[in-house]
């Protein structure tokens, strides 16, 4: 799925909502961009060495095949020389050959604002995620992310952010639960877009109905995007590695101590341009999560190819 709102050149901004408006109103009539419409339609094919429902810690320790289906849609508008913003859906369908009951399908509405100046960018987003499981209602979210960000030398860029979530889970009440968490990413541009890193720590404290369910974390990121031209079209790379150290608060009844996790992920995307606007993924990830609670203790790859069009 694409998300929006999140890249290096239009990240939210964190006093968008509070004084955006009134300085777009004090600005004279100038004539703005008209809005810009886009979509992304993608069906792919992939292998789970393990299919799992991560937010529930359920694994099964077998793999499957599964068909994939995606659609983005977004809509943006210039409101002001300052001021831009955009509205999005995402709908995407995961079908499983043998573990029709873990089907998932997931709808994601998104509304983001981003205010521009020459020294700092920022914003804000809003976005409300319903999942299902082989058609029952499974998880609701809503989450609201102020950010700040700007470019600290020519090729260095920075954001902040802060994220709040209320999470639902509609089969286990017990992982009901709020999250605060704050983000920081730093990337270097070696050659622009053309290739460059991003280097990214997030600290997260989620509070669940359930103590031995709430934990805080700290996470980091890797990742390393390059680009580069084959018969005069983009082919891109993409490398990312990603690591989180969970620590529970309560105590687990079914090991008579307090969780630990560690997870390790290291993922590779391929892209290639096909024919037009179209164009093909091919992707493979590998995750090392170590736990003390058996259930979340496994290894797992998923590798997988992607068909999708753009306009």
Known sequence: MRRTGHTAQGIAAIFAAAC???????????????????????????YDSNVSVEEVDATTGEGDYALLMDLSLEAAKQLSTKLEGAVS?????????????????????????????????????LYYIQSRLDGDKFLELYRVSPAISGFLAKKSFARAAYVYSDKSITTNPDR???????????????????????????????????????????????RYIQRWELFSRLVKLELSWRYEDREYDGITPSIGEARDDQRHRWRADFEIPLIGRSAMQ??????????????????????????????
């Open 89 to 125: 859906y995402d709908f995407s369908q995961t079908m499983y050959d043998e573990f029709s009951r873990v089907d998932r399908q997931t709808h994601i509405l998104g509304s983001d604002m981003a205010y521009n100046t020459e020294a700092v960018d920022g914003g804000l987003s």
């Open 176 to 222: 009901d639960a709020d999250t605060n968490a704050g983000e920081l990413d730093f990337y270097y541009f070696r050659r622009g877009l053309r290739s460059y890193f991003n280097l990214g720590y997030r600290y997260k404290d989620e509070d669940a109905k359930a103590d031995r369910l709430s934990y805080t974390s700290n996470s980091v990121k890797l």
């Open 282 to 311: 091919i992707y493979y990830g590998y995750a090392d999560y170590e736990s003390n609670y058996p259930q979340s203790d496994y290894t797992q790859y998923i590798t997988g190819t992607r068909f999708f069009y753009t306009w």
């Open 20 to 46: 955006a408006m009134p300085i777009a109103a004090a600005e004279p009539e100038e004539t703005l961009s008209p809005a810009v419409y886009s979509a992304e339609v993608g069906l792919g094919f992939e």
